[in-house]
């Protein structure tokens, strides 16, 4: 999210994302050992801008998306890559990490925002029956009666 946050304040230069995803690793993880994951997230959600951007627009109309915080704004764009494209990422997790992370650094109402676009998203999803399969399984334990 950080370096979603500064890629976006500094001009949505995609030439200098890994100058700014090396920067916040350095910064705020330096023992964090799962650098691939961290790239993978920002560059999906680069590769993917335009439409996970349309998709925060229909699901947020009274929100154009240049009016958004620029928190806000990426919270949404991870969560909605998360949501779509991630399939490692159950889609329950993704927004509730999102209303975390808005919680977290948003404003006062950021969290409730975040949740009500991400659920109308994954509303959608279950609606048009994309929900991920990892989403839908539902573990039954059987109990036994020994003796």
């Known amino acids: 999210m950080q370096s979603l946050y500064q890629w976006d304040f500094l001009g949505m230069e995609d030439e200098k994302i890994e100058e700014i995803i090396a920067f916040n690793r350095q910064e705020f993880a330096p023992k964090f050992d799962d650098q691939k994951f961290v790239e993978d997230l920002v560059h999906g959600v680069m590769e993917k801008r335009d439409v996970i951007d349309e998709f925060i627009t229909r699901f947020a109309p009274d929100w154009p998306l240049e009016s958004l915080t620029l ?72 109990v036994t009666n020994i003796g």
């Open 71 to 142: 928190i806000d704004r990426n919270i949404l764009r991870l969560g909605v890559y998360e949501l779509k494209f991630a399939d490692a990422i159950p889609a329950k997790v993704a927004i509730n990490e999102a209303i975390e992370l808005a919680k977290g650094f948003g404003g006062q109402s950021s969290g409730r925002f975040v949740n009500g676009v991400l659920g109308a998203v994954y509303k959608d999803m279950v609606a048009k029956g994309e929900v991920k399969k990892v989403d839908l399984e539902v573990k039954e334990e059987k």
